[in-house]
């Protein structure tokens, strides 16, 4: 009996500081982030761009370091898409530079923390030396299990589809896959994220209301969470604050409340 009252309770517990505290039975399997508004970051300090980019990779380890504390098994973080090739070339010289330098730096400490690092994307038009390193990264972490790193790098959600499509129409050139037998299990298994639930929920800081070209076909049912905190001041109070958002939602997929 009364079981309600039980679950109610212990959703309202509460830390020493007043804020909540996470239902650790709740916790999203697979969190996704758009590491938005390094640059806004940067002009409103007066700073060159390249400093926002930098400041946000602070961010980065201070949210990997979270998930991994708080027992999250999935984070995909999107750190160039598709598009960014557009910027000036110097910001994407930087960009692919602090990709190299956050590896080289980080490695150990990932390995250690239990972290499998991965990357979604067209990785083959990254620079050499960025492929070489996520190469290393991926090989020395692969046995590990407690949180799985996936960064989206050169990655868009249309380019994913049209890579998929490609993988499935030769198959299917080949007389190896029947055009009957193509389901949302095939599909799923010719994206990058191949193998991995979609995400729960998606964050967006700097308050932008798009999924600008991020896990297209993954995000059908994800929650999202936008905050206009810009990326550099994200911190895991800010992750505790969506994940505390994200166990009052009800996801329905469709079907109702039961
Ligand atoms: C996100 O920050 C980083 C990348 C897209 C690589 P932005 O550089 O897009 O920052 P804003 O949106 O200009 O503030
Ligand atoms: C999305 O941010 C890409 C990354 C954060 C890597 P953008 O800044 O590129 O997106 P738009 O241009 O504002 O839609
Ligand atoms: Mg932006």
């Given at each position: 009996m009364f079981s309600f009252l039980t679950k109610r309770s212990r959703s309202r517990k509460t830390r020493e500081d007043g804020s909540q505290e996470l239902d650790r039975e709740r916790l999203p399997r697979h969190v996704a982030i758009i590491m938005d508004g390094n640059g806004r970051w940067a002009r409103s300090r007066g700073l060159p761009r390249l400093a926002g980019h930098r400041a946000g990779v602070e961010s980065l380890r201070d949210i990997v370091r979270a998930c991994v504390d708080w027992g999250i098994g999935i984070l995909t973080v999107y750190a160039f898409s598709t598009e960014n090739w557009k910027r000036p070339h110097e910001e994407v010289e930087g960009l692919m530079n602090l990709l190299v330098e956050y590896l080289r730096r980080e490695l150990a400490e990932l390995r250690r923390e239990g972290v499998q690092v991965r990357a979604i994307g067209r990785l083959e038009g990254l620079p050499r030396q960025a492929r070489e390193e996520l190469?290393?990264?991926?090989?020395?972490?692969?046995?590990?299990?407690?949180?799985?790193?996936?960064?989206?790098?050169?990655?868009?959600?249309?380019?994913?589809?049209?890579?998929?499509?490609?993988?499935?129409?030769?198959?299917?050139?080949?007389?190896?896959?029947?055009?009957?037998?193509?389901?949302?299990?095939?599909?799923?298994?010719?994206?990058?994220?191949?193998?991995?639930?979609?995400?729960?929920?998606?964050?967006?800081?700097?308050?932008?209301?798009?999924?600008?070209?991020?896990?297209?076909?993954?995000?059908?049912?994800?929650?999202?969470?936008?905050?206009?905190?810009?990326?550099?001041?994200?911190?895991?109070?800010?992750?505790?604050?969506?994940?505390?958002?994200?166990?009052?939602?009800?996801?329905?997929?469709?079907?109702?409340?039961i």
């Open positions: 190469e290393r990264a991926r090989k020395e972490t692969a046995a590990n299990k407690r949180l799985i790193l996936n960064l989206a790098l050169n990655y868009g959600g249309r380019s994913e589809l049209v890579d998929a499509c490609r993988r499935i129409a030769t198959l299917v050139a080949r007389g190896e896959l029947d055009p009957g037998e193509i389901d949302e299990e095939v599909i799923n298994n010719f994206l990058y994220t191949a193998g991995l639930p979609d995400p729960d929920l998606l964050i967006r800081p700097s308050g932008e209301m798009r999924v600008s070209n991020f896990l297209l076909w993954q995000l059908a049912y994800t929650e999202f969470w936008v905050t206009d905190i810009y990326w550099p001041d994200f911190r895991r109070e800010d992750l505790r604050r969506a994940l505390l958002d994200y166990q009052q939602r009800e996801r329905r997929f469709g079907g109702l409340k």
